[in-house]
Nanobody
Framework: QVQLVESGGGLVQAGGSLRLSCVAS????????MGWFRQALGNEREFVAG????????SYADSVKGRFTISRDNAKNSLYLQMNSLKPEDTAVYFC????????????????????WGQGTQVTVSS
């Protein structure tokens, strides 16, 4: 079992920044690929960013490229998402998720490959 807890969400004006954190407990965190997803009200969940367990593979959704940065600290069992130049359309509940090392070569955007999910943290960007 892996437990994930997100934090760092909140209300911010357009153009502002937030840093989301996700702390994992349970199984060995370091071996798992990690991802951030988000779900806006009335929309389906969508991929935001993903990172391999060594950090050598990183992927972003086109909508956040150049604005968001994903990182991880395996020593702290933590995953981060630095979000800059936020836009109202970034408003959503943000979830972190883990996936087994066997999916190392698979696309980060495939949500069905993630076995564990956090409860989410709300990000609201006002215009």
């Amino acid at each position: 079992q892996v437990q994930l807890v997100e934090s760092g969400g909140g209300l911010v004006q357009a153009g502002g920044s937030l840093r989301l954190s996700c702390v994992a407990s349970g199984r060995i965190f370091a071996a798992y690929g990690m991802g951030w997803f988000r779900q806006a009200l009335g929309n389906e969940r969508e991929f935001v960013a993903g990172i391999s367990w060594r950090g050598d593979k990183i992927s972003y959704a086109d909508s956040v490229k150049g604005r968001f940065t994903i990182s991880r600290d395996n020593a702290k069992n933590s995953l981060y998402l630095q979000m800059n130049s936020l836009k109202p359309e970034d408003t959503a509940v943000y979830f972190c998720a883990t996936r087994s090392p066997e999916y190392y070569d698979r696309s980060f955007s495939a949500s069905e490959l993630y076995g564990y999910w956090g409860q989410g943290t709300q990000v609201t960007v006002s215009s």
